[in-house]
């Protein structure tokens, strides 16, 4: 190796580290920045590679490991006033005429796709299967009749906001969705994204344990702990659906977003609403009176008109999912107190129960109301728009 091709601050027997700070493909956060023992051997400006080992100024024993990844440079200057996104896309290129790029974005992709399965990818399987696990073989089963399932405690502690049965079914849809989750992060193309990586983190994993408890505590009755639970579980979901929408790619396609966002929005939509009930259940155990009872339900049904009215505010067709969700909890609720249980008759007055039912109709009418239009524009503008470009 040449002085020419060693980085400034890199020379024979020199410990300091170079003033060019490299990048590389990191196992856990995607891209991380080079140690500066590393040496380079450029081939081309801007962009190089290891050393070899014969002409490295490193130690010999040092860790061979040390010497892989994908590295490039993150200085802003690379020469020819392009910038640092555009050469980078025109160096990896020209190094694999196979290869073709969109943008930066795209050739970090491919990178990235290079990478190992993380910690990370590991623990969203396991926490997934644990999850699925503890509910349907506590939670549905009821472990063949040694525990109350969640609908026979459900039965039996109904309040005004409880959902109707059917609506319940959703839980089919979002485990249906996490598992393609799980299954997509697993490969090449996705484990290494930044929505995966730094979005998702170990937010997944908190709400997966997060949910396992509930589930247990939920089951014994126990409702001040499995409320906490739930608690914990949302707070884990909206910090995770917001760290995704920072970490998002410029250019994400629909494809990505189904299997790697979508999940986590219809998620966090229908524990929003099992918290609501979960707070008005605890109410009830705690032996309020009807009235406070009767506030708790207000209180619950208008977080959850905020929530909806927050996402639909969002300025991205993305965030119609939540909204919906509530429509869906909305019209549930109405429909659970056409008929209402034993319980709920004997605790509460006639007008009390019309009048929230008429509230939750109202609701998802109000709601939809928004809903609809925007999702009708949308689809127009997508399928019914025509584009004109300029050659």
């Known amino acids: 190796m040449t002085d020419q091709d060693t980085p400034a601050g890199s020379g024979s027997g020199s410990s300091t580290e170079p003033k060019t700070p490299y990048h590389r493909l990191d196992e856990e956060e995607g891209i991380g920045l080079v140690s500066g023992k590393k040496l ?26 040390d010497h892989e990844g994908v ?29 073709t790029y969109d943008g930066a974005d795209d050739m970090r992709h491919h990178i990235m796709a290079t990478s190992r399965l993380s910690l ?28 109350p399932t969640i609908s026979e405690v459900t039965d039996t502690h109904r309040t005004l906001i409880t959902p109707v049965d059917w609506t319940h079914w959703i839980w089919a ?11 997509a992060q697993l490969f090449p193309s996705y484990r290494s994204r930044p929505v995966v990586l730094q979005g998702v983190g170990y937010f997944f994993v908190y709400s997966c344990l997060a949910q396992i408890a509930w589930t247990m505590f939920f089951s014994f009755c126990m409702f001040l702990i499995s409320f906490i639970c739930q608690a914990t579980n949302l707070a884990s979901l909206c910090f995770l659906i917001i760290s995704q929408f920072l970490s998002q790619s410029r250019n994400e396609g629909r494809l990505e ?8 929005s219809l998620h966090i939509g229908w524990v929003f609403v099992e918290t609501a009930v979960n707070f008005s259940i605890l109410s009830q155990h705690m032996g309020l009176s009807e009235g406070e009872q009767l506030c708790a339900v207000i209180v619950s049904l208008g977080l959850l008109l905020m929530v909806g009215s927050l996402f639909l505010g969002a300025n991205t067709s993305k965030g119609l999912v939540v909204p919906a969700v509530m429509i869906w909890a909305f019209v549930g609720i109405s429909v659970a107190l056409n008929r209402p249980s034993v319980q709920i008759k004997d605790e509460f007055d006639g007008t009390i129960i019309a009048g929230v039912r008429a509230a939750s109709l109202s609701f998802s009418i109000v709601i939809a109301a928004v809903l609809v239009p925007r999702l009708a524009f949308i689809i127009f503008k997508e399928y019914f728009t025509i584009r004109i470009s300029e050659h």
């Open 71 to 99: 590295f490039f440079l993150r200085s802003g200057s690379m020469g020819g006033g392009d910038s640092t996104d555009d050469m980078l896309v025109d160096i990896i290129g020209a190094g694999n005429n196979d290869n």
């Open 40 to 65: 380079f051997s450029p081939t081309t400006p801007g962009f190089g590679h290891l050393a070899d080992a014969e002409n490295s100024s490193c130690d010999d024993d040092e860790d061979d490991s």
């Open 257 to 264: 977003y189904f299997l790697l966002r979508f999940p986590f």
């Open 173 to 183: 849809v979002i485990y249906a969705l996490e598992f393609v989750f799980v299954v």
């Open 120 to 147: 990370r990818n590991g623990l969203n399987l396991l926490a997934f299967g644990a999850n699925v696990f503890i509910h349907y073989g506590i939670g549905v089963w009821g472990l063949n009749g040694i525990l």
